[in-house]
Every structure is written in C-alpha cells, then in structure tokens.
C-alpha cells in the first residue's frame, strides 16, 4: 500500500497510521523514483508548487496534529514504528486498532480527520469519555 501525499485530503487513520510507520522520515517512493502526481506537473504546464511539496506539507500537517497530543501521540510514534507492528496490515483500522494501546488509540483518533480539532486534546479525550 502507498499514498499519494497529493491526494491525501481527509486524515483517515488508516492514512495517519501508514504516514507514521512508513513516511515519517521522508516519503517513501511508489516505485524507483518519486513522481509527483499533481495534475500540473503531469499535463506539462508549469507547477505552482515544487514537487515533493505536497509530501512535506502532509508531514508537517500529521506531525503538528500528533505534536498537540503529548505523551500520547509519544506512544502512537513508538509503538506504530515498533516490532509490534511488523507485519500488521495497516489498510483497515478495524484490523490494527486491538495492536494499539488505549493512550495511542486516543491520539490516532484525536489527530484524524478533515480538519484539526478545535478543542485541546486534554479537553476533546474528556469531552470523548477518555481519561486525560
């Protein structure tokens, strides 16, 4: 499985979970070299953005979203990129999330979705029936 960081619009956990263990450090390339897919690039009219540009704004997204998470999104990182996981299909939350922790579990939920939240992650677990 890949995603292309041009695409990536919504946040799925499915997409935050593979952006963690497999992009964190740099997005990996869909074959031997990395191809933006931006619509500009491939009609051969001038880009409006660099490319990679897109991958490094989708980090810089995930990264400050799982930041607002504390010790928390600590674990995400630590127990998505651990052995645990080696081997563990990723592309359906259903399947992964008994592999996660309960704060790690929070914090995928927290940094998911669309738009970031608005409330403080300590506010939103309480809100949600999580405790802080």
């Known amino acids: 499985m890949?995603?292309?960081?041009?695409?990536i619009f919504c946040y799925?956990?499915?997409?935050?979970?593979?952006?963690?263990?497999?992009?964190?450090?740099?997005?990996p390339?869909?074959?031997?070299g990395y191809i933006d897919t931006h619509e500009d690039?491939?009609?051969?009219?001038?880009?409006?953005?660099?490319?990679?540009?897109?991958?490094?704004?989708?980090?810089?997204?995930?990264a400050a979203r799982v930041d607002g998470?504390?010790?928390?999104g600590e674990t995400l990182i630590e127990e998505l990129q651990g052995p645990a996981f080696d081997g563990v299909e990723i592309s359906d939350y259903r399947r992964f999330r008994h592999y996660l922790s309960r704060?790690?579990?929070a914090a995928?939920?927290?940094?998911?979705?669309?738009?970031?939240?608005?409330r403080h992650y300590r506010r939103w677990k309480w809100e949600n029936g999580r405790s802080a």
């Open 29 to 32: 390339p869909k074959t031997s």
């Open 41 to 62: 690039i491939q009609n051969g009219s001038p880009p409006l953005s660099m490319p990679g540009q897109a991958a490094i704004e989708v980090l810089a997204e995930v």
């Open 108 to 118: 995928i939920n927290y940094v998911s979705g669309g738009r970031r939240k608005r």
């Open 69 to 72: 998470t504390g010790e928390d």
């Open 12 to 27: 799925s956990r499915e997409e935050i979970a593979w952006i963690i263990r497999e992009a964190w450090y740099g997005w």
């Open 103 to 105: 704060p790690a579990r």
């Open 2 to 7: 890949w995603y292309d960081p041009a695409r």
